[in-house]
Nanobody, 120 residues
Framework: QVQLVESGGGLVQAGDSLRLSCAAS????????MGWFRQAPGKEREFVAR????????YYADSVKGRFTISRDNAKNTVYLQMDSLKPEDTAVYYC?????????????WGQGTQVTVSS
């Protein structure tokens, strides 16, 4: 059983930056591809970014490409989401998730989420 704990959310202004962290425990971190998702009020949860086991392949939603960067530190069992040039439409609860198979189609474990609010 893998536990995921997100941190780093907060209230910022448009154009600011935030870095989210997701600490994993209870499993072998290197065995999981990792992803970030978000859910805004009244909307479906959506994919934001994902990274493969070793960290050399990264994928992004079009809405965040060029502004967000996903990375991982396997020695620290942590995945990060660096968010730059934030926009009000980035406001959402952000979740990290672990994907054992690494195909990006099914995530086995989810964190509890961290709120990001971007004011205009």
């Amino acid at each position: 059983q893998v536990q995921l704990v997100e941190s780093g959310g907060g209230l910022v202004q448009a154009g600011d930056s935030l870095r989210l962290s997701c600490a994993a425990s209870g499993g072998t971190f290197l065995n999981y591809a990792m992803g970030w998702f978000r859910q805004a009020p009244g909307k479906e949860r959506e994919f934001v970014a994902r990274i493969n086991y070793s960290g050399n392949r990264r994928y992004y939603a079009d809405s965040v490409k060029g502004r967000f960067t996903i990375s991982r530190d396997n020695a620290k069992n942590t995945v990060y989401l660096q968010m730059d040039s934030l926009k009000p439409e980035d406001t959402a609860v952000y979740y990290c998730a672990a994907d054992r198979a690494g195909r990006g189609t099914n995530y086995d474990y989810w964190g509890q989420g961290t709120q990001v609010t971007v004011s205009s």
